[in-house]
């Protein structure tokens, strides 16, 4: 089993930084691509960022020049470093990533169960 836990959330002015980070832990073998969702009140959860495992990362347009995706494949760690945050950034931030628990295996996909990061304006 693979756990994913993510920290870092809480509550910001509009304008500020927050760092959040996702550890993962468990039977790891590898770890393949790593991602940030988010999902507002009311709203669709929307992929945020990913990053790869040779760390190619991709961002939705609204977060592009703000945020800034990283990870450190010997901790198992991915990061979100958000800045100039606004109130529409508002949401629960799931990690995502694909994990292969075991040499040979296929990788399996896990979620963590979310960071609160709400801006207020």
């Known amino acids: 089993q693979v756990q994913l836990v993510e920290s870092g959330g809480g509550l910001v002015q509009s304008g500020g930084s927050l760092r959040l980070s996702c550890s993962a832990s468990?039977?790891?073998?590898?770890?393949?691509?790593m991602g940030w969702y988010r999902q507002a009140p009311g709203k669709v959860r929307e992929l945020v960022a990913q990053?790869?495992?040779?760390?190619?990362?991709t961002y939705v347009d609204s977060v592009k020049g703000r945020f800034t995706i990283s990870r450190d494949n010997d901790k198992n760690t991915m990061y979100l470093q958000m800045n100039s945050l606004k109130p529409e950034d508002t949401a629960v931030y799931y990690c995502n990533a694909d994990v292969k628990p075991y040499r040979g295996w296929s990788p399996m996909n896990y979620w963590g169960k979310g960071t609160l990061v709400t801006v207020s304006s």
């Open positions: 468990g039977n790891i073998f590898s770890i393949n691509t």
């Open positions: 990053i790869t495992s040779s760390s190619i990362s």
